[in-house]
């Protein structure tokens, strides 16, 4: 399968990239406290279940997209303390500076690479399982991040997806939008910047329908792609096996 980077660049999308880039980075340093906050302290049960759909066994390689501060990558190796190798790649510095500062507490050791989920530095085939939590809607490009996900999965491994969604119910849907939009903006004025509690729900307004992810995840190469509801449904597990 040939590398989506290889596609032309795009100024618009390089701008784009560029300032959420710089949005993650000046929210670093509150973001595990603003996660937990805003999750009421889910958040770790959702990256927990998406470990457990990687279907992990000892020996395995598996790599964290869009690691951020590495909770997915240390949920991994507490999960399975036999793993040959795990991963954990960002493109925000700041993030992964975090991410190593909090390995001491955590009994797995963890590689840090610093790259875009559109331009992954790994050869082909090169894990059995790989993982993006909350990261794939922040993707200039997501079919492409999900492409090169699939290219650097062998064939038979899992690529798992955890990203907020749409309730399926209406009044669920309504409860969920009142909260993205009025308290998650304020709670993040109130111990970060704004603006990046802002764009959160902008980003989930903006982000495919779970119908469009399994579609670009089977077009990426993917197969038996899978999608299980968590919170009500504001949270889509999707998972998919490499063809």
Known sequence: MPSPTSNPPNDGHERRAA?????????????????????VCMHHRWRAALV????????????????GTGDVAFAAG????????????????DMLEIATAKQAAHSCAVTWVAADALAL????????????????????????????????TRPGGV??????????????????RMYENMALPALGGLLSRRAAYTYLPESI???????????MMRASGLAEVRVTDLALGAVNLFTGVRR
């Open 78 to 93: 507490r999960s399975e303390p036999g793993l040959q190798a795990v991963v954990g790649c960002d493109f925000c510095i």
């Open 205 to 215: 307004g903006r982000f495919s329908s779970r119908e469009d992810v399994m579609e």
């Open 121 to 152: 530095p790994f050869r082909s085939a090169t894990f059995d399982a790989c993982a993006v939590a909350f990261g794939i809607r922040n993707v200039i490009r997501p079919a492409d991040g999900f492409a090169e996900m699939a290219r650097v």
């Open 19 to 39: 300032q959420v880039q710089a949005m993650f980075g000046s929210i670093a340093h509150r973001y595990d406290l603003l996660n937990s906050l805003m999750s």
């Open 159 to 176: 690529v798992g997806c955890l990203e907020f969604g749409t309730p399926r119910g209406r009044f669920a849907a309504a409860l969920v």
């Open 52 to 67: 457990r759909g990687l279907r992990l066994r000892p020996g395995m390689r598996v790599l964290d997209v869009c690691a």
